[in-house]
């Protein structure tokens, strides 16, 4: 308010003449005290020039705000860069990924999907195979850190590592459908590691079922006959579910999680950076 009080007084001071100097300044806000249109010309002037003067500078102060980044996103923007290269120095030790040579599926890997899905014929049968990303995945900045922690503790770190996959095998889990034409579908629900597969449940879909059914849902896959569930441990392996693959799903679904997450690092950054 000090402020533009002394931009109006200056303004009226440079036009008004010098007889009209002593009126009191409160007189300059109403111009029904003076009757000469000369006078009502002048404190229109007046008015109008402090109006312009007083608003060009904040409009001006707002365009500069509107058109400024805030420091915070450029320090974002910089986070983000640097992670995008922690993951692809990481995403190098999967790139040498290689199938067994007993694999007998075709692999579809849509960017942008966390699942990948295998698919085979087998003996008329349709077997699809989806694959999830476990949750042990994304522990590679861990990895990173441990990498900074000096070359004193070096070997103890590799020890603590080797210690770690051991005790923490590293594991995928599969959906696995098995169909025929006019027939229902056998879905396994698997979890595949180097040493073993597991069944964790086995359902039976019927495609043509409507949202009103309720299928009879099976028993718990672990109540089952013990000769029944080495059957069907038996019965999933013909069919290319087994052990040998599981290391291979593993390093394959590692690299694509490193994939994916750098290219959902690309878009927030270029989002950010707009």
Same mark, same amino acid.
Request: proline share 5%; net charge negative; with cysteine.
């Given at each position: 308010?000090?402020?533009?009080?002394?931009?109006?007084?200056?303004?009226?001071?440079?036009?008004?003449?010098?007889?009209?100097?002593?009126?009191?300044?409160?007189?300059?806000?109403?111009?029904?005290?003076?009757?000469?249109?000369?006078?009502?010309?002048?404190?229109?002037?007046?008015?109008?020039?402090?109006?312009?003067?007083?608003?060009?500078?904040?409009?001006?102060?707002?365009?500069?705000?509107?058109?400024?980044?805030?420091?915070? &996103?450029?320090?974002?923007?910089?986070?983000? !860069? #640097? +992670?995008?290269?922690?993951?692809?120095? @990481?995403?190098? $030790?999967? /790139?040498?990924?290689?199938?067994?040579?007993?694999?007998?599926?075709?692999?579809?890997?849509?960017?942008?999907?966390?699942?990948?899905?295998?698919?085979?014929?087998?003996?008329?049968?349709?077997?699809?195979?989806?694959?999830?990303?476990?949750? &042990?995945?994304?522990?590679?900045?861990?990895? !990173? #850190? +441990?990498?900074?922690?000096?070359?004193? @503790?070096?070997? $103890?770190? /590799?020890?603590?590592?080797?210690?770690?996959?051991?005790?923490?095998?590293?594991?995928?889990?599969?959906?696995?459908?098995?169909?025929?034409?006019?027939?229902?579908?056998?879905?396994?629900?698997?979890?595949?590691?180097?040493?073993?597969?597991?069944?964790?449940?086995?359902?039976?879909?019927?495609?043509?079922?409507?949202?009103?059914?309720?299928?009879?849902?099976?028993?718990?896959?672990?109540?089952?006959?013990?000769?029944?569930?080495?059957?069907?441990?038996?019965?999933?392996?013909?069919?290319?579910?087994?052990?040998?693959?599981?290391?291979?799903?593993?390093?394959?679904?590692?690299?694509?999680?490193?994939?994916?997450?750098?290219?959902?690092?690309?878009?927030?950054?270029?989002?950010?950076?707009?």
């Amino acid at each position: 308010m000090a402020t533009l009080s002394r931009m109006m007084k200056k303004a009226a001071s440079s036009l008004i003449p010098l007889a009209n100097r002593s009126l009191h300044p409160r007189n300059y806000t109403s111009a029904a005290i003076f009757t000469t249109p000369l006078k009502n010309t002048t404190i229109n002037s007046t008015s109008n020039l402090v109006s312009r003067a007083a608003s060009i500078p904040t409009h001006r102060h707002f365009s500069a705000l509107a058109k400024k980044k805030p420091d915070s &996103d450029d320090d974002l923007v910089n986070i983000i !860069e #640097e +992670e995008i290269n922690c993951a692809k120095k @990481e995403s190098v $030790k999967h /790139e040498a990924a290689k199938a067994p040579r007993d694999f007998a599926f075709e692999i579809e890997d849509k960017p942008g999907n966390e699942t990948i899905t295998l698919t085979r014929k087998y003996k008329g049968e349709e077997i699809k195979v989806t694959v999830h990303m476990s949750e &042990d995945l994304g522990d590679f900045e861990e990895d !990173e #850190e +441990e990498e900074k922690e000096g070359e004193a @503790e070096k070997d $103890k770190d /590799e020890e603590e590592e080797d210690d770690e996959e051991e005790s923490d095998p590293r594991y995928v889990e599969l959906v696995v459908n098995v169909s025929k034409k006019s027939e229902p579908t056998l879905e396994f629900s698997v979890t595949a590691e180097a040493d073993g597969i597991t069944i964790n449940s086995l359902a039976v879909k019927y495609p043509n079922a409507s949202d009103e059914d309720i299928p009879y849902a099976g028993p718990e896959f672990e109540d089952l006959d013990e000769n029944l569930k080495e059957a069907f441990y038996d019965y999933l392996e013909v069919r290319g579910i087994q052990p040998s693959i599981a290391q291979f799903l593993y390093e394959y679904m590692a690299g694509k999680e490193l994939k994916e997450y750098t290219g959902w690092l690309k878009t927030v950054k270029n989002f950010v950076a707009k």
